[in-house]
């Protein structure tokens, strides 16, 4: 992210192309909020985890637990969106 908006400011490029950095910061907040909530969102949406050896993927089992989870995973997605928001309209109304 922060490449994308050093190039972005260092090429001297029209203000509508300061919106671009939303992507980037999508992404850097889906990590970010994952790592706050230590869940992960791919899990969540597939209804799966992991808690033994690496690549070892168990489904869940009960549908109260994969609704609970995808709520969980809806409401990172959702968070992430409102926080990359943020940062690039922050971005986009920086006076340089």
């Given amino acids: 992210m922060f490449f994308s908006a050093s190039t972005i400011l260092g090429t001297e490029q029209s203000r509508s192309v300061r919106l671009s950095i939303f992507l980037p910061a999508m992404i850097f907040a889906i990590g970010f909020i994952q790592a706050r909530k230590k869940f992960c969102l791919a899990y969540g949406l597939a209804g799966t985890f992991n808690f033994g050896k690496l690549g070892s993927i168990t489904k869940v089992q009960s549908e109260q637990d994969k609704k609970a ?28």
């Fill in 69 to 96: 989870d995808r709520k969980t995973a809806i409401s990172i997605l959702s968070q992430s969106a409102l926080l990359a928001a943020a940062i690039t309209s922050v971005f986009f109304a920086l006076p340089l």
